[in-house]
């Protein structure tokens, strides 16, 4: 009943501008119209986001087209903003690429209706990671939890250990998988983002989340004791023997869908592996084992049990035109509705508090946004709040400094630490 | 008088040449040096600091670094490659079916090449496929160890060195040795392994090497029911340093030596049999990465440098080889001393073509190279793209510098042509 209420009241939020009279029947206030929108979203993602965007084009009479940028998505819209004819909306997943065109006056500030239906329908915590100052830019369409690690059940049982609770606990587990034979941990080094996402869950965890909020906010420098203390207990981790499937090097060599199949794959060979919820679309499509059954996870392990902490991360919707038809979609992708339509689907997380979480398709899936919605602490993705050059791309030196070391954890962690301080300053420097 | 009139239909026919080389060829020339001498935004004028950030970059550096690594090498593999086959390929039947088969890399986009080559460049042997080669052969040569990365259970009086496992106390005659060890995966034990049974006294020194880890309620340095002993364990006997007896283990993990007396022995497994097994190069690590995507390279040019030698060479005259071969050269001579000569000018020209198309090599980099090795496998053209997103200026001036290296070997290729019109 609160759910049909709920996406009612997304529905109207939506229509809005056009007068929600349910008396006056279907009007379709915006027909003719177009809007053009981009995204990271390809493959299943893209056909499920086309989804949501023709069932406001059904509503409205807007014909509404997408376009994915993938991996490019900022060189997409960084160009069409260039050349003047930026994309109505675009689903950005960094809350540093959204404030720079919030500063540069490219994005639009989210107003009337759809500001409203943010207030409405998401957690003054997320309203926050979608504003830029006090002003409201972003709609958080969809999130993801970081603070997961996914384990194999088949080998926990064989070494006859279960999920832990603290740091320490991690480390005992570790070391007996190695024990019973199996490598603990695979590490996707081959790409850059997942060991900033490593930094930043050992560093909310050890730090703390004013330390995190004043290293994201660039008032602590990365030469802190704080990320020195982070840095050495990765190293240690990284550099014990057989924690990491192929050691260091190996590690170096591996990509994202490789890591996912050194675990959950036909030969499996780690216990463990840390990435977001994300890995579950992967899971599935490697088809061995059934996510929630042979593929589980538990939460970020914590200094001290406690829990609760965790890292997020999500794509947010940034108007970059103020026509009411866009402001109009704005409000729509804040509603209940949309998230409904692609939570259904599975391989989705949604923040919206109206979303009923039955929609989901399966019990992992419903935990993991509920784990969202129910943590005490929640800080957005570190790396996506900094510089591009920074935190935020291929090549970024964030990116590159972490593999550096993941090439060789032995070395002093101060020494990484200056090194990353010294690339922030040039990156906040020429932002 | 007569020439402005004749001239004027010239320039009208001209026109449309000038205003599309002009407007896609001169102008972003001129805007790119332009920028080249700007800041990151394009708009500050900043003099030549672009240009001494470009070769104080370590980054940069590296990538020019890279780019004579390719100028030097590709072209000159290439051309040698297809000189080789070109010349090969003529004394085959069906020479023409041959050429095709070698030309056809080239009909391959280079970005699809180096997905492929990504995958045959894999660092795991079960997937990569030059690995698979390199780790068949080495294993064929070196039987890898049977209990790789297993240790010593840790406080059961044994010590670690040099990879091997050995008792830290020494041991006397009728004592049997307890050897546990951990980090074993039960599936890839061998088939033979029985249940290790419990120690039994004996003459001379025995012992038992086992894989001592039960997932519940197994017992650190006790032989737990189920636990399986480690067949094949080749085990060392010691008397102040030096060997005095070897064996090896039986399919429950035992061992005995009956012969030995006294005491002052060490017990120990030799590192032999945990040495990790050799997992092949990491082709597409820091040290490999560029020669490996020279390799790609060949595969794709090899082709294209063979079709044009081929055609070079048909046009020696039959004559020039069968009279060096009545004067009693060799193959290999009149290759040297008659085929290349002659075609020098095919030869250089391909050496020139391709230079120029090393320069601007990226999208292999792009692709072939993981996330990890881009900046030890950077060039030129790829720092470029990276900056030009950011800083246009920085950007503008890799561009200028690219420009200018790729000028000489153009104003060449200009230079020929002309010269053969005449």
């Avoid at chain 1, 490593?198 to 802190?224: I, M, S, V």
């Avoid at chain 1, 679309?281 to 490697?286: D, G, K, P, V």
Wanted: proline fraction near 6%; glycine fraction near 12%; charged fraction near 15%.
């Amino acid at each position: 009943m609160r759910a049909a209420r709920a996406v009612a009241a997304g529905l109207c939020a939506a229509l809005l501008l056009a007068g929600c009279d349910a008396a006056e029947g279907p009007a379709k206030p915006f027909a003719g119209q177009s809007l053009d929108v981009a995204g990271t979203w390809t493959g299943a993602e893209q056909a499920n986001f086309e989804r949501v965007l023709r069932a406001f084009g059904d509503r409205t009479g807007a014909r509404v087209r997408y376009t994915s940028g993938g991996g490019d998505l900022g060189v997409l819209v960084s160009g069409q903003v260039a050349a003047g004819v930026p994309f109505d909306v675009a689903m950005i997943p960094q809350p540093g690429v959204i404030a720079r065109y919030a500063a540069s006056g490219a994005a639009k500030p989210i107003t009337g209706s759809a500001a409203e239906a943010v207030r409405t329908h998401f957690s003054p915590q997320w309203q926050r990671f979608g504003s830029v100052g006090d002003r409201l830019y972003g709609v958080y369409f969809k999130a993801a939890n970081k603070s997961v690690i996914w384990y194999r059940g088949d080998a926990f049982t064989a070494a006859g250990v279960t999920p832990p609770a603290t740091l320490d606990d991690l480390t005992t587990v570790s070391q007996t998988l190695v024990d019973a034979g199996t490598t603990a941990m695979a590490v996707p080094g081959a790409d850059g983002w997942p060991l900033t996402d490593w930094f930043e869950n050992l560093f909310l965890q050890l730090a703390g989340a004013d330390a995190y909020d004043r290293l994201a906010a660039r008032q602590l420098p990365w030469t802190d004791p704080a990320v020195v203390d982070t840095l050495r207990a990765m190293g240690r981790y990284w550099a014990a023997p057989r924690f990491l499937q192929g050691g260091p090097a190996g590690a170096l060599q591996t990509t994202f869908t490789r890591s996912v199949a050194d675990v959950f794959g036909q030969r499996p060979r780690a216990g463990m592996l840390y990435e977001g919820d994300f890995v579950t679309t992967e899971i599935a499509r490697l088809g061995r084992y059934r996510i929630g059954d042979g593929a589980r996870y538990f939460a970020w392990p914590s200094v001290d049990g406690t829990g609760g902490a965790i890292v997020a991360g999500g794509d947010a919707a940034v108007a970059f035109t103020d026509r009411p038809v866009t402001m109009a979609l704005m409000a729509y992708l804040a509603s209940p509705e949309a998230a409904a339509i692609m939570a259904r689907r599975g391989g989705f997380l949604s923040v919206n508090l109206g979303l009923d979480a039955a929609v989901y398709p399966d019990a992992t899936t419903r935990a993991l946004a509920e784990s969202l919605q129910r943590a005490t602490t929640v800080r957005f993705d570190l790396s996506d709040m900094t510089p591009a050059g920074f935190g935020g791309g291929n090549g970024a030196s964030m990116w590159r400094l972490l593999q550096e070391f993941l090439a060789a954890p032995g070395t002093d962690p101060a020494t990484v630490a200056a090194r990353l301080e010294t690339a922030a300053a040039i990156a906040y420097g020429g932002a | 008088m007569a020439r402005t009139a004749r001239s004027w239909p010239a320039a009208w026919f001209l026109a449309p040449a000038v205003l599309l080389v002009g407007a896609l060829v001169l102008y972003p020339i001129g805007q790119t040096v332009w920028w080249s001498f700007h800041d990151a935004t394009g708009r500050g004028a900043v003099g030549g600091a672009n240009y001494a950030d470009v070769v104080t970059t370590p980054r940069i550096r590296q990538a020019l670094f890279n780019n004579a690594v390719w100028i030097l090498v590709a072209p000159n593999l290439v051309t040698a490659a297809g000189l080789l086959v070109a010349v090969l390929a003529q004394r085959v039947r069906r020479a023409a079916a041959v050429r095709v088969v070698l030309f056809m890399p080239m009909a391959i986009s280079l970005v699809s090449a180096g997905i492929t080559f990504r995958l045959v460049y894999d660092e795991s042997p079960d997937r990569g496929v030059v690995n698979a080669v390199v780790v068949g052969v080495h294993d064929a040569f070196v039987p890898p160890a049977p209990y790789p990365g297993a240790r010593a259970r840790d406080g059961q009086g044994l010590v670690a060195g040099g990879g091997a496992v050995q008792t830290g106390r020494t041991v006397a005659a009728g004592e049997t040795v307890l050897l546990p060890l951990l980090g074993l995966e039960p599936d890839r034990l061998p088939p033979t392994a029985r249940p290790a049974p419990a120690p039994a006294p004996g003459a001379g020194i025995g012992g038992v090497v086992w894989s001592d880890f039960t997932a519940a309620g197994g017992r650190p340095g006790v032989i737990d029911p189920g636990e399986l002993g480690l067949p094949q364990v080749e085990v060392e006997i010691l008397r102040d340093g030096a060997v005095v007896a070897r064996t090896r283990t039986a399919g429950d993990g035992t061992f005995r030596l009956p012969q030995l007396t006294g005491q002052g022995y060490v017990v120990r497994l030799t590192a032999a049999n945990f040495t990790e097994p050799f997992a092949g190069l990491t082709w597409l690590g820091p040290a490999l990465v560029t020669p490996a995507m020279i390799g790609v390279y060949i595969w794709v040019w090899a082709g294209f440098a063979m079709v044009l030698i081929s055609v070079g060479s048909a046009a020696i005259p039959k004559e020039t080889v069968e009279a060096a071969r009545v004067d009693g050269a060799g193959d290999w001579q009149i290759l040297r001393k008659v085929t290349v000569p002659l075609m020098r000018p095919v030869i250089v020209l391909v050496l020139l073509t391709l230079t120029v198309n090393v320069l601007k090599v990226f999208d292999l980099v792009l692709v072939v190279a993981p996330e990890s090795a881009q900046g030890p496998a950077s060039v030129l053209a790829l720092e470029m793209w990276r900056s030009s997103f950011g800083d246009i200026g920085r950007a503008s001036a890799l561009g200028v510098l690219l420009l200018v290296l790729a000028l000489p070997g153009v104003l060449f290729n200009v230079h020929r042509l002309r010269r053969s019109e005449r």
